[in-house]
């Protein structure tokens, strides 16, 4: 069965084949976060984005290869309330955006930087740090050699917007030029995006739109 995005708390995972990298989409409540299982087909090994909530379903998602790491999107709390639980539970190394991390009740093992890359068994995925919603967002993308990139962009863009920057103008216009640079003038149409909330989208689905959010402000 093709992949959709479309899964909703306490439902099934989705599950995204590619050629070195298997992608599983779950989510978790209360406040319907995604989270996203990586696993590289070579090695096995597996990297958690966001440990948001459900820690006993997301430890059994990831199941008995373990977990190597946990990358935090940002540091609002409806993204990291299973991270202690899950890294209690697995050791897994934990990662987040260098501006965010204090606002994360769990130690940060290492602080991503705008480029910065993390790694999967033999799968790199580069770090894009996104300002606005958060002061630290990070975006992780993967190139995939085999076909079109990957991002997931945890609270920073979503179908029909950028994220929510609380009636900030300044904070808006930081999140939208950082999503410009960084991820539309930087990756191709056919990018698929695997956001925080709701269901995925790609950056060409949502590029005809940029001049409109711009001028709304939102």
């Known amino acids: 069965m093709a992949y959709s995005g479309e899964v909703t708390v306490g439902g099934a995972p989705d599950v995204h084949e590619l050629s070195d990298l298997v992608i599983t989409k779950v989510a978790v409540g209360p406040m319907n976060n995604n989270a996203y299982l990586l696993r590289c087909r070579e090695t096995d090994e597996q990297l958690l984005i966001d440990a948001a909530n459900d820690a006993e379903a997301l430890v059994e998602l990831v199941g ?3 977990l190597a790491s946990v990358v935090t999107t940002h540091r609002h709390g409806d993204h990291w309330q299973a991270l202690r ?3 209690d539970a697995t050791g897994a190394r934990t990662y987040a955006g260098r501006e965010d991390a204090e606002g994360i009740p769990v130690a940060t093992d290492v602080l991503l930087d705008d480029g910065d ?3 999967v068994g033999r799968v790199t995925l580069t770090a894009r740090h996104l300002v606005g919603h958060t002061p630290g967002s990070v ?6 050699p085999h076909g079109h990139p990957h991002v997931f962009t945890g609270d920073c863009l979503f179908p029909g917007g950028v994220g929510n920057t609380f009636d900030d103008p300044a904070a808006f216009t930081s999140l939208l030029g950082d999503v410009t640079t960084k991820l539309f003038d930087a990756l191709p149409d056919e990018t698929w995006v695997y956001p925080g909330h709701g269901h995925d989208t790609s950056l060409g689905a949502e590029r005809p739109h940029l001049k409109e959010w711009r001028e709304r402000g939102w």
Not at 139 to 144: E, R
Request: net charge negative.
């Open 139 to 144: 975006a992780l993308v993967y190139d995939d």
């Open 117 to 119: 890359t993390v790694s």
């Open 64 to 66: 008995a290869d373990g």
């Open 85 to 87: 639980a899950v890294v």
